[in-house]
């Protein structure tokens, strides 16, 4: 098990910018899924973008072109860059580690099993 802690979360207005990073505990992650995910209040927990471990990334539609996820493996951070922000991303993201192997999957959150404790994202108009 990983122990995930994310950061960069807060407040930001309409067309902004924000940077979230995921710290994880343990060895180099060279071989599992990490990926961004969110639940805005009411909703169901949704997946925003996945990455592999050999850093081929997939975005939900919500958010491709405008979020880019990336990852540092020998430091094992895993980042989400955030622009252009929309009252629609307001929801708490968290970070979580998946599957082995390079099939990333983006939409089943259920494949995820060590998650973070989240970081709330509000954007205000």
């Known amino acids: 098990q990983v122990h995930l802690v994310e950061s960069g979360g807060g407040s930001v207005q309409v067309g902004g910018s924000l940077r979230l990073s995921c710290a994880a505990s343990g060895p180099p992650n060279r071989s599992r899924c990490m990926g961004w995910f969110r639940q805005a209040a009411g909703k169901l927990r949704e997946g925003v973008a996945v990455i592999s471990p050999i850093d081929k990334a997939a975005y939900s539609k919500s958010v491709e072109g405008r979020f880019t996820i990336s990852q540092d493996k020998d430091n094992n951070i895993v980042n989400l860059e955030m622009n252009n922000l929309s009252p629609e991303d307001t929801a708490m993201y968290y970070c979580?580690?998946?599957?082995?192997?390079?099939?990333?999957?983006?939409?089943?959150?259920?494949?995820?099993?060590?998650w973070g404790q989240g970081t709330q994202v509000t954007v205000s108009s």
């Open positions: 979580a580690a998946g599957p082995y192997g390079v099939f990333c999957p983006l939409a089943r959150t259920e494949a995820y099993s060590d």
